[in-house]
């Protein structure tokens, strides 16, 4: 997408996580990808299903205000929040710049992204966070509550499929 985009003229930068023990927890590494400029952020154990980084995660929140501050976007268009987390969503609204976000599976509902049972099967399509195992230290109502007030900045919502659209629908995404 990015390609095609840079392609037909658009200016544009990608900005996703990372995982390295070489760096400090959100350090920020600036590379030109197919002469796209990429914007990569250590996340250390952000990417882990059930970790509050994964949903809420202060250093790539504050490495995407860095972005924010020197690319100064028209738009955001946002594709996976996985360990970037939702403070993406706020900063780019504390900012002004309005997010498109493409939600492609269930990371909204269910921090698995793709609604699987602790045994690997599908779960309802209605999640119940009583029947996935987090740890008591995980809080669904805490993450779902972030999450619900972080997409209430959001322009627009676009799903690649009816299914999902439908699936999104049915547990409270506004059509």
């Known amino acids: 997408l990015a390609r095609e985009l840079a392609a037909r003229g658009h200016v544009l930068d990608v900005v996703s996580g990372r995982t390295t023990a070489a760096e400090p927890i959100g350090a920020l590494r600036t590379d030109l990808v197919d002469g796209i400029r990429t914007w990569r952020v250590n996340l250390g154990g952000a990417f882990h299903a059930h970790s ?41 609204a504390e900012a002004g710049v309005p997010v498109v976000w493409t939600m492609h599976d269930w990371w909204w509902l269910c921090p698995c ?6 045994g690997g099967g599908p779960c309802l399509p209605i999640p119940d966070p009583a029947r996935c195992f987090a740890g008591a230290e995980f809080s669904f109502d805490e993450r779902r509550a972030a999450l619900d007030a972080a997409l209430a900045t959001v322009a627009r919502v676009l799903v690649p499929t009816g299914y999902l659209r439908d699936s999104l629908v049915a547990n409270g995404l506004d059509p």
Do not use: K, Y
């Open 52 to 92: 509050r980084e994964g949903w809420d995660d202060p250093p790539a929140t504050s490495s995407f205000r860095r972005f924010l501050a020197e690319r100064r976007p028209d738009v955001v268009h946002v594709h996976g929040l996985q360990a970037l987390g939702a403070g993406v969503l706020r900063a780019a």
């Open 113 to 118: 992204l793709f609604r699987l049972a602790p």
